[in-house]
């Protein structure tokens, strides 16, 4: 069952910018840190952002970092992932996904909810 809902995706061109939103539903976000991840096709899923349950934690890959920029709205019970100068590697299948234990590390095991993802495509 789907625990998450992604939004935001869709097709951009390259240098555009895209904001996606995780929504979380029959619970509460505040006691969990957030990751997005993304998998492109024939890729292993890989880890994006993650915030920690406060915020007070911002964590971004390599390869996204001053492009990407993670935040959340508990009042909302959501989690956003702004993205700029948006490239075309950037184009996958992005998720979100929540732990209880924080930031630390990328791999995806620890992220024991999800969502169903959003399609972005970044593209001329």
């Known amino acids: 069952q789907l625990l998450f809902v992604e939004s935001g995706g869709g097709l951009v061109q390259p240098g555009g910018s895209l904001r996606l939103s995780c929504a979380a539903s029959?619970?509460?976000?505040?006691?969990?840190?957030i990751g997005w991840f993304r998998q492109a096709p024939g890729k292993e899923r890989e880890g994006v952002s993650c915030?920690?349950?406060?915020?007070?934690?911002?964590n971004y890959v390599d390869s996204v970092k001053g492009r990407f920029t993670i935040s959340r709205d508990n009042a909302k019970n959501t989690v956003y992932l702004q993205m700029n100068s948006l490239k075309p590697e950037d184009t996958a299948v992005y998720y979100c996904?929540?732990?209880?234990?924080?930031?630390?590390?990328?791999?995806?095991?620890?992220?024991?909810?999800w969502g169903q993802g959003t399609q972005v495509t970044v593209s001329s």
């Open positions: 996904a929540a732990r209880f234990y924080g930031c630390a590390g990328w791999a995806p095991t620890p992220y024991k909810y």
């Open positions: 029959g619970f509460t976000l505040d006691n969990y840190a």
């Open positions: 915030i920690s349950s406060g915020g007070g934690s911002l």
